[in-house]
C-alpha cells in the first residue's frame, strides 16, 4: 500500500462544478502539502498544512480550499472549478528535519 | 518569476554515456537542494539532495554538483540505464524561511536510448 495515497486518480468535470481532491497519508508526518504540475512550470505549491490547526496558503491558492480533517487527511476543494484549473495535482507530507517530501501518486483533473 | 530553472526540457543519452541535467536558481538564501525523479503515472521520487556547505555529493550513479557562486547545480548520471528514463525536478529551500517549503524548476525529461 501506497504511504500517500490520493483520490480519485482522474477526474473530469464541467466549469462551475464543486470538487474534492482526497488526500490520506500513513507516515505519521504532520506536515502535509498540494502542489499542481503544468507542463514547464514543474510543480507549484497550492496550499500547506504543518498540523490539524494550521493552514497555510502557497504560491497559487487563488480557487482553491483546503481541509486538514485529521493529522493523516488533507483534501483540497476547488469552490467552482475552471477550465485553467485542469492539472496534475500532488498530495505530499515532509519527513521531519529533511526537506524530502513524499508524494502521493497525482489526481489528474480536466475541467471542460 | 521562476527562482528555480530547468532550461532544458528534455535531454537525449545513450545508455552507457554520461547524463548531465543542470538547473539554476536565483534565490541566494537556498540552502538545500535536492533532486526528484517521476515516472509516468507516479508521484516524484526523491533521488538525491546536497546542502550548501558542501559542493559534492554522490550516491552510486548518482552525483549532484552544486556552485554557489554561480547559483548552479548539476546532476550527473553514470553510467546512464533506460530504467533512468524519467522527468527529472530539481528543487531548493531556505532553511531560516519558516515554511522551509520546496521551489521546483520546470523539470527535465531524461530519455536514455538503449
Known amino acids: 500500500d501506497a504511504d500517500v495515497t490520493q483520490t480519485p486518480r482522474n477526474r473530469i468535470t464541467k466549469t462551475g462544478k464543486r470538487i474534492m481532491l482526497e488526500c490520506s497519508q500513513t507516515?505519521?508526518?504532520?506536515?502535509m502539502y498540494w502542489y499542481r504540475q503544468d507542463p514547464g512550470l514543474g510543480l507549484r505549491l497550492i496550499y500547506y498544512s504543518f498540523d490539524v490547526k494550521d493552514i497555510n496558503k502557497g504560491e497559487i491558492s487563488d480557487g482553491y480550499s483546503v481541509s486538514r480533517q485529521a493529522q493523516a487527511k488533507f483534501s483540497l476543494s476547488l469552490e467552482s472549478a475552471i477550465p485553467n484549473q485542469t492539472a496534475l495535482y500532488f498530495c505530499?507530507?515532509?519527513?521531519?528535519?529533511?526537506?524530502?517530501?513524499?508524494f502521493g501518486e497525482g489526481s489528474r483533473l480536466t475541467v471542460l | 518569476d521562476q527562482q528555480v530553472k530547468q532550461n532544458s526540457p528534455s535531454l537525449s543519452v545513450q545508455e552507457g554515456r554520461i547524463s548531465i541535467l543542470n538547473c539554476d536558481y536565483t534565490?541566494?538564501?537556498?540552502?538545500?537542494f535536492l533532486w526528484y525523479k517521476k515516472y509516468p503515472a507516479e508521484g516524484p521520487t526523491f533521488l538525491i539532495s546536497i546542502s550548501s556547505i558542501k559542493d559534492k555529493n554522490e550516491d552510486g550513479r548518482f552525483t549532484v554538483f552544486l556552485n554557489k557562486s554561480a547559483k548552479h547545480l548539476s546532476l550527473h548520471i553514470v553510467p546512464s540505464q533506460p530504467g533512468d528514463s524519467a522527468v527529472y525536478f530539481c528543487?531548493?529551500?531556505?532553511?531560516?524561511?519558516?515554511?522551509?517549503?520546496?521551489?521546483f524548476g520546470g523539470g527535465t525529461r531524461l530519455m536514455v536510448k538503449p
Open positions: 534565490n541566494s538564501m537556498f540552502d538545500y
Open positions: 528543487a531548493a529551500s531556505d532553511h531560516n524561511n519558516a515554511g522551509n517549503m520546496l521551489t
Open positions: 507516515k505519521g508526518h504532520d506536515r
Open positions: 505530499a507530507t515532509k519527513q521531519p528535519n529533511t526537506g524530502e517530501l513524499f
